[in-house]
């Protein structure tokens, strides 16, 4: 079965960076697009970031310059770098295959001083 594990959360204070990291099994991974999503209390979840199987990437208006997705095919993982943190940034992330109803657990992420 599809199974998506996300790890990398914690406590920043403002500016810092954090890496997440998703571990997938359970299929093809090189075959499906990949997405990182975000939920703050109290609002929606969002769409952060983006990479299809070959590597092209968008991004939310939100962390355009500051975040990078990336993916590790022979590792079946993906991965994303969050640098110059703000507190708006403070969500719980998480890892979601394009296609279909698969989403990892979630990690939290808080950014304070």
């Known amino acids: 079965q599809v199974q998506l594990v996300e790890s990398g959360g914690g406590l920043v204070q403002p500016g810092g960076s954090l890496r997440l990291s998703c571990a997938a099994s359970g299929f093809t991974f090189s075959t499906y697009a990949m997405s990182w999503y975000r939920q703050a209390p109290g609002k929606e979840r969002e769409l952060v970031a983006d990479i299809s199987g070959g590597g092209r990437t968008s991004y939310a208006d939100s962390v355009k310059g500051r975040f990078t997705i990336s993916r590790d095919n022979a590792k079946n993982a993906v991965y994303l770098q969050m640098n110059s943190l703000k507190p708006d940034d403070t969500a719980v992330y998480y890892c979601?295959?394009?296609?279909?109803?698969?989403w990892g657990q979630g990690t939290q992420v808080t950014v304070s001083s």
């Open positions: 979601k295959r394009r296609s279909g109803p698969y």
